[in-house]
């Protein structure tokens, strides 16, 4: 254990709640002190004392292209000598607007936010606007931002700390929020049949990564999609952390399914707090100062957020090799992790779409949340350190998916297959 986080973790305790500025930082369901990063590169993290992690984490997903990526840190020195905010509209926004446009599917319009929590939240309520409908259905153990609504049955780090219920949070607040297990198509019939002209929109994880990785069923997504065509429902991907990383139009994409609405995060900022959401012209046309539904952000479309994620983005819009490079690093992977568990005699599940994976220990397939719960999450939690006392940063918790930058190295896969390999043996 690092010598100098345990002291920062003392310090930060004292004027940080928890030490931490987000919880699942804070090493609470695995144990032991947080590590604090002083820097980071390619497919690494250095914490502060200079010790060297791979990392899996890429800041929860953005950093695709691997962390500190030299046209991105360049592009951001430069635009911070024009100023960092203005508060007036700049020609930036639009070059971001229309390359996200041509790159994701179904998305005539695009506004931006500072993060996830803000595309969702302000997704769900141009949703209701759009439609004059209060009641929202969401799946158990998907996250989408800690806006009040979305906090009912809510993975990540609700379902780390085993958090049920949120104080703070009103009845009122959270009463339109109906709850379908994943991947259960029957449920979300009986949701729509019991509230019938009721619901505005269904929000999804189209790959869901905040209870492991969990991946749709054939005719899942198909399935809402004919229920939102027949209901008149607004279905809304959540792809803070699909989109742009499974392909370059996103899981919509990838998995071949129309959204009416697309929520991003800080992967269109390079890893710069930013968000947006965007969609159908006649949904986001609902939008102040165009129709009353009322969203705003001073820090919305800031230049520093927007020239980071341009850079990135058109990076993986001209290179399309990349996404074949992430397949391959994540299916070597895969196939490593797949050989030594199997060697190891312990049940398990690996589940893996593109470049999100994650090992469940489990007996039986992980589907849904009630799947990733009913798993070994304890062995998780002893695995993890042990995968990180031989220098590979996993997410702290089995509730959160992997991710794979393109700077990940054969070598450092190689390191990643023995070291599961050795903890395995010494769990
Ligand atoms: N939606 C999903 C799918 C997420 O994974 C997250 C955060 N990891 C959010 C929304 C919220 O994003 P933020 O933390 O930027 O508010």
Request: proline letters at 5%.
């Amino acid at each position: 254990m690092s010598n100098t986080s345990e002291q920062l973790f003392q310090r930060a305790q004292r004027s940080i709640p928890g030490g931490v500025n987000s919880p699942v930082r804070a090493f609470r369901s695995v144990g032991g002190t947080p590590i604090f990063m002083q820097r980071a590169k390619g497919a690494y993290l250095y914490d502060a004392d200079g010790k060297q992690y791979i990392d899996y984490i890429n800041s929860w997903g953005p950093t695709i292209l691997g962390h500190a990526y030299e046209p991105v840190v360049r592009a951001i020195q430069q635009r911070a000598e024009l100023s960092t905010s203005y508060g007036a509209p700049t020609e930036l926004e639009i070059d971001m607007a229309e390359l996200i446009i041509g790159m994701a599917p179904n998305v005539d319009m695009v506004r931006m936010v500072s993060s996830g929590t803000e595309a969702c939240m302000s997704a769900l309520r141009l949703a209701r606007g759009y439609t004059g409908r209060n009641k929202f259905i969401k799946f158990e153990g998907c996250y989408h931002g800690h806006a009040d609504a979305f906090l009912v049955k809510a993975g990540s780090g609700l379902a780390t700390f085993n958090i049920q219920t949120v104080p703070g949070v009103t009845a009122g607040a959270a009463n339109d929020t109906l709850t379908a297990p994943y991947n259960d198509l029957d449920a979300v019939e009986q949701l729509v049949q019991n509230n019938k002209d009721e619901i505005a929109a269904i929000i999804i994880e189209p790959v869901a990564g905040n209870m492991g990785c969990i991946v749709p069923r054939p005719g899942f997504l198909e399935g809402l999609r004919a229920i939102c065509d027949r209901e008149g429902i607004v279905l809304i991907f959540d792809e803070v952390m699909t989109g742009f990383r499974l392909a370059p139009g996103g899981a919509q994409e990838r998995l071949g399914i129309r959204a009416d609405m697309v929520t991003y995060g800080k992967v269109i900022g390079g890893g710069m707090p930013v968000g947006a959401f965007g969609g159908r012209r006649d949904i986001m046309e609902c939008i102040a100062p165009l129709g009353n539904v009322y969203q705003a952000g001073t820090l919305s479309g800031n230049p520093i957020a927007m020239i980071a994620g341009y850079t990135m983005l058109k990076t993986l819009r001209d290179e399309p090799g990349i996404y074949i490079a992430l397949e391959e690093k994540t299916r070597t992977l895969h196939e490593g992790l797949n050989s030594v568990l199997a060697k190891s005699g312990r049940p398990y599940v690996i589940n893996r779409l593109g470049s999100m994976i994650s090992i469940h220990f489990s007996e039986r397939p992980v589907s849904n949340f009630a799947d990733a719960a009913a798993a070994d999450n304890a062995t998780f939690n002893r695995f993890f350190h042990q995968m990180l006392s031989r220098g590979v940063y996993l997410p702290p918790s089995a509730y959160e998916t992997w991710f794979i930058c393109t700077a990940l190295s054969d070598t450092d896969i190689d390191h990643t297959i023995q070291a599961a390999a050795d903890s395995l043996a010494a769990l």
